[in-house]
């Protein structure tokens, strides 16, 4: 369960420096570096967040893949298990 605990941890981070990241460039529309750090929390965010899914099932309902069924609540939500 530290796996999960790990990439929750990774994607709350990632999420957070975009955030961050995002209302800095806001007022700053054309740093390069800024624009180069928003790209790779990007990045690191997806691949996180690709990990878990499917590592663990989904984050959000917009993880569904396709699948023949709405598999968002076949297990507790992420918020409900005990390694929280």
């Not at 209302?23 to 624009?35: G, I, Q, R, V, Y």
């Not at 690709?50 to 893949?65: A, Q, W």
Request: charged residues 35%; negative net charge.
């Amino acid at each position: 369960m530290n796996d999960r605990k790990t990439l929750l941890h990774r994607i709350q981070v990632c999420d957070f420096a975009l955030n961050e990241a995002g209302l800095f460039l806001d007022t700053h529309p054309n740093d390069k570096a800024a624009l180069e750090y928003y790209s790779r929390y990007l990045q690191m965010s997806k691949d996180a967040r690709d990990e878990y899914v499917k590592k663990f099932g989904p984050i959000t309902t917009r993880d569904y893949n396709g699948e023949v069924s709405w598999k968002w609540v076949d297990d507790p939500w992420p918020w409900e298990r005990e390694d929280n």
